[in-house]
C-alpha cells in the first residue's frame, strides 16, 4: 500500500462507534463526502459500525475517502461466533482498521498481547491498522503516562520490520479524553506523541518514530483541531462524536489540510 501511503501523511479519521444503521450511514457518509470532495491535503477515513461498512463503502465510491473498521479478529477464519477477520474487512472494501481502542482494552478486557496480534493479522490482510494507545486518568495523575505509552507501543510494535510499521498508524487517545469533552492540550499531545515516536526508534529501529503518521484522538471538534494541528508532532486525528455530523467532522478535515 506504499504508493498511496507517503511519509508521515496527515490523515483525519471518524470511529462512529456504535452509532448509525446502513441507512443512515450511507446518508452521513453522502453528505461528508459531498463536503470533503477535491481536497486532497489530508486523507481521510471513515470506521462505520460492520454492518453499514458496504453501505458506507458505496456512498463513498470515487470521493476519494477511506473507508476503514473499528476491530478485527486476529486469525483468518474460524470458530469465533461474532468476529470478522481482516480478509472480510478487504472483501467489503476496508482500507483501514482501528486496533486497540480504549473501548477495547478497557471494555472488553483487550491485553496488549491482543492488539499485538491483531496488529500483525492486520499487516498479513493488507489493512492499514490505526493502533490506539493512551493512558487512564489515574495513570496519568500517577506520573505513569509515559510508561503506559511505552508497554503499549512496545508489545504491539516489537519485531515488526521497519518497513512494515511504517505502513501503519498510531493514534494517541488519552482515555480521560474520550467522549468526555475534556481534550488535552497540545502540548500534552505532542509530549506523548514525543515518547510514542521514540519507542518506536528504540524498538522497530532508528528513524521509525518521524515516519510513523500519529493522530490524537479524544473529544477533538471544530474548535480544538487547529490548535492540535499547529504541532508539528500531531500528524491529524482519530475523532468520535464530531465525526457523526457532516459539517463538524468536514471543518475539522479543513482544519488539518
Ligand atoms: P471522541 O472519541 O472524539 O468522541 O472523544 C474519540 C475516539 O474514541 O476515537
Same mark, same amino acid.
Given at each position: ?73 486476529? &486469525?483468518?477464519? =474460524?470458530?469465533? @461466533?461474532? !468476529? %470478522?477477520?481482516?480478509?472480510?474487512? +478487504?472483501? *467489503? ?45 489515574? &495513570?496519568?495523575? =500517577?506520573?505513569? @503516562?509515559? !510508561? %503506559?505509552?511505552?508497554?503499549?507501543? +512496545?508489545? *504491539? ?53 518521524? !515516519? %510513523? ?45
Amino acid at each position: 500500500m506504499s504508493e498511496i501511503w507517503p511519509r508521515r501523511p496527515r490523515l483525519v479519521a471518524g470511529n462512529w462507534k456504535m452509532h448509525r444503521t446502513s441507512a443512515e450511514g450511507a446518508a452521513l457518509s453522502g453528505e461528508i463526502a459531498a463536503l470533503v470532495r477535491g481536497q486532497k491535503a489530508c486523507a481521510v477515513a471513515l470506521c462505520p459500525p460492520f454492518p453499514a461498512i458496504e453501505a458506507v463503502g458505496r456512498s463513498l465510491r470515487d470521493s476519494g475517502i477511506h473507508l476503514g473498521a473499528q476491530n478485527m479478529h486476529p &486469525e483468518p477464519q =474460524g470458530a469465533f @461466533t461474532g !468476529e %470478522v477477520s481482516g480478509s472480510m474487512l +478487504r472483501g *467489503a472494501g476496508c482500507r483501514f482498521v482501528i486496533l486497540g481502542h480504549s473501548e477495547r482494552r478497557h471494555g472488553m478486557g483487550e491485553t496488549d498481547d491482543v492488539v499485538a496480534r491483531k496488529l500483525r493479522a492486520a499487516l498479513r490482510d493488507g489493512l492499514t491498522a490505526i493502533v490506539c494507545v493512551g493512558e487512564t486518568l489515574s &495513570e496519568r495523575e =500517577g506520573g505513569q @503516562t509515559a !510508561e %503506559v505509552l511505552v508497554r503499549q507501543v +512496545r508489545t *504491539a510494535y516489537d519485531g515488526l520490520p521497519p518497513g512494515t510499521a511504517r505502513q501503519t498508524v498510531i493514534a494517541y487517545e488519552p482515555v480521560w479524553a474520550i467522549g468526555t469533552g475534556r481534550v488535552a492540550t497540545p502540548e500534552q499531545a505532542s509530549e506523548a506523541h514525543r515518547v510514542i515516536r521514540a519507542t518506536l526508534d528504540r524498538v522497530v529501529g532508528a528513524g521509525t518514530g518521524a !515516519e %510513523v503518521a500519529l493522530l490524537y484522538g479524544g473529544s477533538v471538534n471544530p474548535g480544538n483541531a487547529p490548535a492540535l494541528f499547529a504541532e508539528d508532532e500531531v500528524d491529524g486525528a482519530l475523532v468520535g462524536g464530531a465525526s457523526l455530523e457532516a459539517a463538524s467532522f468536514w471543518r475539522i478535515v479543513a482544519a488539518a489540510s
